[in-house]
């Protein structure tokens, strides 16, 4: 602050010497006073302007969601949506790498403003607020992967007991798997965990969204010729959301991105924004279906 007022005592010390030289070639009182609000305005404005808001974004590696490189690096679907963001509104952004449940946690504790990905649940909706629409609308399944040298099937629902199951923890899928205790799930810290601990036998199962699974192994590079689908499969419509800490959720610039988030789907620049990735359009139509 010290230095700013330097600046601003050099800043009006010019000024009064320029209103000096508006007296000597005559220039008039009244425009000499108007002169001089103006530049005091400038002035002030210059070194008590407040800084713009900084919102915390949690990105987990689930590409092509949100991808964060162990060099720093930040990309994906929920990346290029916050800076779709900036460009109408006052804010800073600091993307922030956390595994999967570490960052769920962080929302839930006012840790972190945004967090993208997130399966709405009336759960979930005690401790976040969740912006809608979704920005994902995906008709996927839910399927199984298993290693392709397993020696079992999974056909129907009942195969899965007695089977290791890799879930990515603070994750939600279907209600009746989610519910069911009779099930041996294993948790992992991300979903490419969970098939780390496949392929090296902790478990026998790893369960995830389809499309999103094919579309990571693609940009993780993951050994699929090792990996198979099992049979079985929930079908569903899956919605991604943004969702808030419920203390960021309660200031002017978190209505400002619900209405932002509006807009984009309005306008069809969030299917824009979300076709770089191969996924599909999000509009009033099918986010009401």
Same mark, same amino acid.
């Given at each position: ?178 519910? =069911? ?6 948790? #992992? +810290? /991300?979903?490419?965990? &969970?098939?780390?601990? $496949? ?35 929930? =079908? ?6 943004? #969702? +808030? /800490?419920?203390?960021? &959720?309660?200031?002017? $610039? ?36």
């Amino acid at each position: 602050m010290t230095a700013l007022y330097d600046i601003f005592v050099v800043f009006m010390t010019l000024t009064c010497l320029s209103l000096s030289k508006m007296s000597e070639l005559g220039v008039s009182n009244p425009l000499r006073q108007y002169f001089t609000y103006l530049l005091l305005l400038l002035g002030t404005g210059a070194v008590f302007a407040s800084p713009l808001p900084k919102v915390t974004v949690g990105l987990d590696h689930a590409p092509p969601y949100s991808i964060a490189t162990k060099d720093g690096k930040f990309s994906g679907v929920v990346v290029d949506i916050m800076r779709d963001m900036q460009k109408s509104l006052p804010f800073r952004v600091d993307f922030v790498a956390c595994p999967f449940p570490r960052c769920v946690k962080m929302l839930q504790q006012n840790e972190i403003d945004v967090k993208g990905g997130l399966i709405r649940t009336a759960k979930r909706e005690k401790t976040m607020h969740f912006l809608t629409p979704p920005y994902m609308v995906l008709t996927s399944s839910f399927v199984f992967y298993a290693r392709a040298s397993s020696l079992f099937t999974v056909n129907k629902y009942q195969d899965l007991r007695g089977k290791r199951i890799a879930v990515t923890r603070g994750a939600v899928h279907f209600p009746r798997f989610d519910q =069911d205790k009779r099930l041996l799930k294993v948790e #992992a +810290l /991300s979903e490419n965990n &969970a098939f780390e601990m $496949l392929l090296k036998g902790r478990v026998e199962l790893v369960i995830g969204v389809e499309d999103t699974a094919d579309n990571a192994s693609v940009f993780l590079h993951r050994p699929t010729k090792q990996i198979i689908k099992m049979p079985y499969r929930f =079908d569903d419509v899956i919605y991604g959301h943004l #969702a +808030l /800490s419920k203390q960021f &959720a309660n200031t002017e $610039l978190a209505r400002q991105f619900q209405e932002h988030l509006n807009a984009i789907v309005e306008n069809g620049r969030l299917s824009e924004l979300v076709k770089v990735y191969n996924l599909p359009a999000v509009t009033k139509v099918n986010v009401n279906n």
